[in-house]
């Protein structure tokens, strides 16, 4: 199913990037890139305190490469910039980066900066939705290509129901917040740190929590431009490192730089950053297994092609070189 929705626009998004990517190299040996663009984003908080401190324009400054930044509001969008060549790396969910490949997208996975449950089904406090059968014929916000989408798709597929049973609402994550919040919705697959600020301050309730089913925020980088420059992808990482580290050793400034950027309240901010571990970044089975296992279940559910070897596109997505040398 998403083959069927996603190939033509995938398609042309990876021959824009090739194209734009043999311009730039000019046909010959790969030059040093003048500037590299990387995503920032709410659900990726240490992309936050990276750009909040500059510590990689501080690395790369005296190689006479800039640093320019560009915010995902999903991982749908991380992946349509991917796609285009607008960044060379991109945030997204570990399943939603499988997807992406599985459609042609011209990416390699290469870092863990978390494991969050940044998802779960949402309703209003007082709905009388309180499992998962009661969407049937209910209006659910979703947007497409997403940790969110998936946990959906695999929430309905674990009770009975498929995504033909609802009415899905194609919203971005916050569009969909407020448009729960407003009744114009009945349910939302929620994200946080809008979640979090609907649960704690606008009357939203979460009646349906798997931790589990929650795959992990995973760094990707373009295939060619990791081909061309490893050892740029290898600072990057140590710089993604170093954001890590500091924010496992400073969680009270960590929720600041998190609500200063989103516009929310400290204890929004602290309910996300609860909800999420910075202690695994180097990719291995624990991050393999999660993405396959959504992998399989999306294509048990029909949302992947049953010709899909969904293991082969995995392993082709999978980088785990790049964090070979980082500590477990």
């Known amino acids: ?40 984003a709410y659900y990726n908080p240490t992309s936050l305190v990276l750009r909040h401190f500059g510590w990689l324009e501080e690395e790369l400054s005296a190689d006479g490469i800039e640093v320019a ?71 659910v916000a979703v947007t497409r290509g997403t940790d969110p989408h998936i946990f959906l798709v695999r929430a309905l597929a674990d009770h009975g129901l498929s995504e033909d049973d609802i009415e899905a609402v194609l919203l971005q994550h916050a569009d969909g917040r407020n448009a729960l919040v407003q009744g114009q919705v009945d349910a939302w697959a929620g994200l946080d740190p809008m979640m979090a600020e609907a649960e704690l301050e606008q009357g939203a309730r979460l009646f349906y929590r798997r931790p589990e089913l929650n795959t992990w925020g995973i760094l990707n980088v373009n295939e060619e431009f990791a081909a061309q420059h490893p050892e740029l992808v290898e600072r990057v990482i140590a710089a993604y490192e170093r954001a890590r580290k500091w924010a496992l050793e400073n969680p009270d400034e960590l929720a600041e ?8 309240s400290i204890e929004v901010a602290q309910a996300q950053l609860d909800r999420t571990s910075f202690t695994t970044p180097k990719l291995g089975d624990p991050q393999y297994e999660s993405i396959l296992g959504a992998g399989e279940a999306l ?30």
């Open 299 to 328: 294509q048990a559910a029909g949302e992947i092609e049953a010709d899909v070897d969904v293991q082969a596109v995995l392993d082709e997505l999978f980088d785990p070189s790049f964090t070979a040398d980082l500590e477990d």
């Open 69 to 139: 930044w560009v915010q995902s509001a999903g991982s749908n969008k991380a992946i349509e910039f991917l796609n285009s060549g607008s960044v060379q790396f991109g945030s997204t969910a570990g399943a939603a980066a499988l997807l992406a490949k599985v459609s042609g997208s011209p990416i390699k996975s290469v870092y863990a900066y978390s494991q969050p449950e940044w998802t779960a089904l949402v309703t209003l406090e007082d709905s009388d939705i309180q499992t998962v059968e009661d969407l049937a014929g209910r209006r």
């Open 257 to 264: 730089i998190l609500a200063e950027a989103a516009d929310l």
């Open 1 to 40: 199913m998403f083959r069927r929705r996603f190939d033509t626009t995938v398609g042309v998004l990876a021959l824009v990037a090739a194209v734009a990517l043999a311009a730039c190299s000019g046909g010959a040996a790969a030059q040093t890139p003048s500037t590299i663009t990387l995503d920032w």
